[in-house]
Nanobody
Framework: QVQLVESGGGLVQAGGSLRLSCAASGTTFEILSINVMGWYRQAPGKQRELVAS???????NYADAVKDRFTISRDNAKNTVYLQMNSLKPEDTAVYYCYADRPVRSFRYWGQGTQVTVSS
């Protein structure tokens, strides 16, 4: 079964940057069946929201709150998706969850989550 391992979270001051990584592992068939990968985030007491997504063909989508500050990318050879987070704001503080979709199985995989804290 596909597993997603996240890294790169931490504590940063407002205006700083972080890069999140999410590496997918599994059988070749499972990995190649993944189309969309992306990131959700959730702050305490708040609804989980989609931050960014990217297809295997590198079509991207961003939440309005992060446009022009975050960049999502993927390296298909490494089975890894990245989220470059620049000009961070305190309101970006949340747990960030990586996900991967397998349309042929109609299944969504989730990473364990990584904490991002932005101080003012």
């Amino acid at each position: 079964q596909v597993q997603l391992v996240e890294s790169g979270g931490g504590l940063v001051q407002a205006g700083g940057s972080l890069r999140l990584s999410c590496a997918a592992s599994g059988t070749t068939f499972e990995i190649l069946s993944i189309n969309v990968m992306g990131w959700y985030r959730q702050a305490p007491g708040k609804q989980r929201e989609l931050v960014a997504s990217i297809t295997r063909g590198d079509t991207t989508n961003y939440a309005d709150a992060v446009k022009d500050r975050f960049t999502i990318s993927r390296d298909n050879a490494k089975n890894t998706v990245y989220l470059q987070m620049n000009s961070l704001k305190p309101e970006d503080t949340a747990v960030y969850y990586c996900y991967a979709d397998r349309p042929v199985r109609s299944f969504r995989y989730w990473g364990q989550g990584t904490q991002v804290t932005v101080s003012s």
